[in-house]
């Protein structure tokens, strides 16, 4: 008996493509696929989660968006540079989870594309 996987709504950013809300199935093939290789979790305020290639440097790919996550005294702000392809989603119990209402205003304040 074999189980679908689910489908999840994710904020896809894209070089060189505006920023579109999509649906993918939440299999390690597709989310591999949209971000062009093995991926890396970055996790965000407000139990959002970032997903990316964890090669993107060291693969040259370009600056695709700045990520500023606050973070505690003294630190004041956490800068990511993503490099590639990523999308942002939500966490629930360690699995990935689709974006809710209101959550495109929430990234929007934390990622600043660059392509």
Known sequence: MSTKPKKI???YYRAG???ELCQIEDTLQDVQHLVGGFIEHVTLPHGLSLVCNEEGRL???PVTAIV?????PPFGVIRHH?????????SKD???ASVQEGD???VREMVIPVS
């Open 59 to 61: 693969l040259d790919l």
């Open 104 to 106: 495109m205003d929430l």
């Open 9 to 11: 709504n994710v904020i």
């Open 82 to 90: 993503i490099h590639g392809n990523f999308f942002v989603c939500r």
């Open 17 to 19: 493509h505006p920023v």
């Open 94 to 96: 360690c699995e990935f």
């Open 68 to 72: 500023t996550i606050p973070a505690n």
